[in-house]
């Protein structure tokens, strides 16, 4: 690498931890800095706080290699470091639009303690003209002689594949309004080989909640369509090849199912809904899509009910915890809505995932039983829910978990299996979209 740079992440969450260790990765010195004393205490002694396939190890290699650091100390960071990024979370408010407290909070931490030029990055998500707020907020707190520069540098991770998408992103977007910022941004983003888009601060801010929101968008238009084909005897998979093929529409984002969660795509769409409004636009495109992606839920709902139709004191194994695979994350995760629906109907409810079962067993204790695998769960069970399509569920012995199951039923809620295969196995299986298979 032509030039290392000191780097400062504020904010040790799922972003601000990737964003740091990957930019270490890359032969920059990064401090990370986090108001939290037992998660900086944890991440010196070398534990990560979030499960990522291969994060642990790359975060190994350059904490033993001392090319990252941490500390509670905002002020470190910022006298220490030329690049600063904000990295803290944006919890969502009640009514939808982003928390924006830790953003400012940061601002003026880094106002607080600026004594030289810097260039502070926002990297977490934000509204459009956040970044406008943040230079404010910096010159009113900072030192009136001290030379700054604000950029936004949005994150197109996506969990369970981050480092892939770090290292071969389809973009990289800057909002920047200086020569001299945009220079050090490209040096630091140098290690990379990637598109860069350059824009205004605005225009950067809006790409990021513009593009999450398409792409949840997308997801409600192939399960509305999921819909129309189980009314029409249609199947979605057929529709969304057919639809896939047209370069102009492209097959990602494509998978009907039991709708999206996670921590991004709800939290966006919401707030993107409630930005727009407040700027004077009713932008109710995205209230629809939320409407199908909660429909979705439900839909699944009804086709248990549909295969055993009186829920109380039935036993169903739910396959598959976390909002998507390769993540231990649950937050807005469709399997928490469906078990706490089950729970309401008084079914028994017995869950597996190969890594969230500590997450969810901090949700829901001993009101439902965890299983250490698939077959545990299929023991006794009148119907088995598969809600994430991990790795391991994809190739499942139904022979052997039709000996172990009251009713061989499943309900496939990523629609992983073909209709016609478990029709052969013997199954009733009912997917989201495809025809419909009963085997009783
Ligand atoms: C998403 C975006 O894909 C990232 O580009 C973005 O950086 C990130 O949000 C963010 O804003 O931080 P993520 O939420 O981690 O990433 O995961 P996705 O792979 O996008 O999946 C989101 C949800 O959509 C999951 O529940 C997934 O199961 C669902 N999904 C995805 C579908 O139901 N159907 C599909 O065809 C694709």
Redesign the pocket.
Known sequence: MEKSLDVAVVGTGY?GLITGVLFADMGHNVICADVDKNKINALQNGDLPIYEEGLDAIFQEVHADGRISFTTSTARAVQECTVIFIAVGTPSTPSGAPDLSGVAAAARDIANNLDDYRVIVEKS?VPVQTGEQVKTTIERYADTDVNFDVVSNP?????GSALQDARNPDRIVLGVNSDRAEKIMRDLYQPIDAPMIVTDLSSAELIKHAS?SF?AMK?SYINAISRICDLSGANVDEVAKGMGMDARIADS???A?V????S??PK?VDAFYRISEDLGYSFDLLKEVQRINREQRKRLMKYIEKELWVLSDKKIGILGLS??PGTDDIRRAPSIYLIEELLDRGCQVSAYDPKAIDNVRDKFGSKITYGESTEQIAEDADCLVLLTEWEEFQSLDFDHLKQKMVHPIFIDGRNIYDPEKMEQKGWTYRSVGRPVIQNE
């Open positions: 972003v998500t994150e197109f991770l996506a969990e999450n792409l997801i984002f494509l998978n199912g709708g999206y969660g996670g991004c795509f966006d909002f998507k």
